[in-house]
């Protein structure tokens, strides 16, 4: 049986081997992927986004457990901001301590950006389609970090959940402001909390139409209210159009690196000595390049 | 005179519009970069950076109150995270609250990202050498946020500051170690504060060879200190291996810009809602558009 297949057929360890062919390998990867495409668009994609200490990780915990309850099967993709230059140990730890490393209806994967611009996202989509091919039922997105990347990376989910915590500080606030566009459901963690009713006040009054949830990820309490209201999205209109929407996206950024494929001749050590030292402009060069 | 020649003489409102230009007209604002480029490469920019809350705007604005003292022009590029979907309003009335807003010898600069994957690092490298043009003396550039572009937006500047401050907790002390590689000066601000010496301590253990300073950015102590440090490494070895480095991604990045632009005629939505229905994978659309 070929690689595909065994996906296809929810071989775990064919998972494993494929995401890794899929993040190394690149173009070599696309027979593989092509393979696939046709058997995905099945799971459930949610993403977990939210400030620092929100709690995001035993949130997700707490999503997994619930959702081995009812015997769905468990993916996991943590997408770790220290990657590119601490090769995501820090989150990959994490990862490790979960109750769930040793399920095997659970499949967990730390994504590394590896210091490549825009390249996250590409691979998230590669990896959360991996997942879909081989019948994992919904698929948890989980990113760290409040930057561009990991918003674009909840956006390409199905649903997406923002994540509070009271006492988190004015600045980390602010922060947030960021994410809460793009929320579908808000879940505010710690809710036993001093602050925690201030915060939901401040959530309903800035995005009245988004359904809060308040739990305690530690304990457990309000994690079935939560995935009720995350289904509860899933099944509304507008699933569709955010899909094409995210497809455009992404094909948009598949091209972009296709396209610079064909110029893997360039010295780009060379061309930038020239230009740091202003021999030449970049538009010069682009021009040359591409003329 | 025309526009460029007003930027080349230090007018700040010829700077403005040109900023204007290059932000919202793209390839036609080639011109006036081409133009402006051979007349950059003498300011100097420092990266200033680090986890929500450890007051990042306070020490920006202190270190353009010193800068200022010295008869420096000042020109600050502030990276806002939140302006995708909330149009950069945040930062901007934050930026509005400096001392400095009315001063005609500091320039300062929001930077939206607008929801382009990928733009945000060309728009402020092209910002940084139209305030270079002008002629300001120093630039500093804010990153709001943690995750992979504001790291690649540090990584631009000359020189990176890493700002940290103690009693922000474990989940944002792990998220710092994304960052702790890219330092060249630790600023720990806040260091009156109860857990500064431990701070330190960890941060010493962590990275021996990175000089760390004590500030306290709200009554301005410790930042002469700051700046001397940033300035002792301004001048060390290593700036133009840097700077090849960061041309060397940006020309990558804006080659890959270009290429695009060739596909203007695609219809992305069109094509997307073939994907997400599966009726085509994206390998064979991408073979077809490149073939």
């Known amino acids: 049986m070929d690689l595909a297949d065994r996906v296809l057929s929810g071989d775990l360890r064919a998972l494993a081997r494929a995401g890794t062919i899929v993040e190394n390998r690149g173009r070599a990867a696309e027979p593989l992927m092509r393979e696939l495409f046709p058997h995905t668009g099945r799971t459930q994609l949610i993403g977990i986004t939210g400030a620092p200490g929100a709690g995001k990780s035993t949130l997700v915990d707490q999503f997994a457990h619930h959702l081995r309850r009812e015997n769905k099967k468990v993916g996991i993709i943590a997408v770790d901001p220290t990657s590119p230059f601490s090769g995501g140990a820090l989150l990959g730890d994490r990862i490790r301590m979960l109750r769930h490393y040793a399920d095997p209806g659970v499949f967990i994967r730390s994504m590394a950006t590896r210091g490549k611009l825009g390249g996250i996202a590409k691979a998230t989509t590669e990896m959360a389609l991996l997942m879909d091919a081989a019948g994992l039922d919904v698929i948890l997105i989980e990113t760290v970090g409040v930057g561009q990347d990991e918003v674009e990376i909840a ?137």
């Open 155 to 291: 956006r390409l989910a199905d649903v997406t959940i923002v994540v509070l915590a009271p006492g988190m500080g004015d600045d980390v606030q602010a922060i947030k402001a960021g994410i809460m566009e793009i929320a579908d459901v808000f879940v505010i963690n710690k809710s036993d909390q001093p602050g925690a009713d201030r915060l939901e006040r401040d959530i309903k009054a800035a995005e009245s139409r988004v359904p809060v949830v308040r739990v305690v990820a530690t304990d457990g309490a309000g994690i079935g209210e939560a995935l009720a209201a995350i289904r509860e999205r899933l099944h509304a209109a507008g699933k569709r159009e955010r899909a094409i929407e995210n497809w455009s996206l992404r094909l948009r950024e598949m091209l972009r690196d296709r396209l610079l494929e064909n110029y893997s001749n360039i010295n780009f050590h060379e061309a930038a000595a020239k230009v740091a030292s202003r021999e030449v402009d970049p538009y010069t060069l682009l021009d040359q390049w591409t003329s």
